[in-house]
């Protein structure tokens, strides 16, 4: 097994699982320093366990180079012509409605208000699926503009990409000025291009692999929304935006 992300884990059966298939493979990597320590804690080190890369960050396929030879001249005409813009990537769950989620939803939206307002450049809504076979993330993009008009971000400066190859919308996100949410591959690929990222942390596998990748980077914030502060959020963001 290649490039796992380990975590929670937070039930029983979860755990024994854990336990299990380490021991039933040849070898297994592990992403970031946190997915190591739990599955070192859960199997001891007998196991053949070792601490790689996200499989994203090594896939040749996904280098800045290999996306923009893979597009059509046309494709890429089109995305350049939005640009400037930054990237708003956020998952919605399947399993959670979207009022389970309003507070969490509230606090990127005001984090990425701030953002477009110290920046001045518009905000792309990224659905996490490809747009015209998945539906699941409408609703949490509605919320979030909604939300963006609330804070005084004019209509016309929100808009939503499409997509329809995973190359399409990886040159989506390394064609921004900025990436922002909790879309851990989303900011894995734009990173890879040195666009800036602010990585917004809900669970140990986004800090634990944006830390790993943007340790020396300059260009990438981590924020922990659970002891988020918009006073503190612009300040730390304007030191990353003026770097």
Same mark, same amino acid.
């Given at each position: 097994? !290649? ?32 997915? !190591? ?31 923009? =030879? ?21 998952? !919605? ?36 699926? @490809? ?46 000025? @900025? ?31 944006? =830390?790993?990748?943007?340790?020396? !980077? ?11 502060? @918009? ?13």
């Amino acid at each position: 097994l !290649y490039g796992q992300g380990d975590g929670p884990a937070t039930s029983r059966t979860i755990r024994l699982g854990m336990r299990l298939i380490p021991i039933s493979c040849d070898g297994v990597t592990v992403r970031d320093d946190a997915s !190591y320590k739990l599955a070192t804690s859960l199997v001891g080190t007998k196991a053949r366990l070792e601490l790689g890369a996200d499989p994203v960050v090594a896939a040749a396929r996904y280098q800045p180079d290999q996306i923009r =030879n893979s597009l059509r001249p046309e494709t890429i005409r089109q995305i350049e012509s939005d640009r400037p813009y930054i990237v708003l990537a956020i998952r !919605y769950p399947k399993l959670q409605r979207i009022d389970d989620l309003r507070d969490y939803f509230l606090t990127l939206s005001q984090a990425a208000a701030t953002i477009c307002r110290i920046t001045d450049h518009d905000i792309v809504l990224f659905p996490a699926h @490809l747009s015209d076979n998945f539906t699941d993330d409408r609703p949490a993009l509605d919320f979030l503009e909604s939300q963006l008009l609330r804070l005084d971000i004019a209509p016309e400066r929100i808009s939503r990409c499409r997509w329809h190859s995973i190359e399409e919308a990886a040159f989506h996100l390394q064609s921004a000025e @900025l990436v922002f949410g909790d879309r851990l591959h989303a900011l894995l690929l734009a990173a890879m291009n040195g666009v800036p990222v602010v990585g917004a942390v809900v669970e140990d596998k986004i800090s634990g692999c944006l =830390n790993d990748m943007l340790r020396g !980077y300059p260009l990438g914030l981590v924020v922990h929304m659970e002891r988020f502060d @918009l006073v503190d959020f612009e300040t730390e963001f304007l030191d990353l935006w003026k770097a």
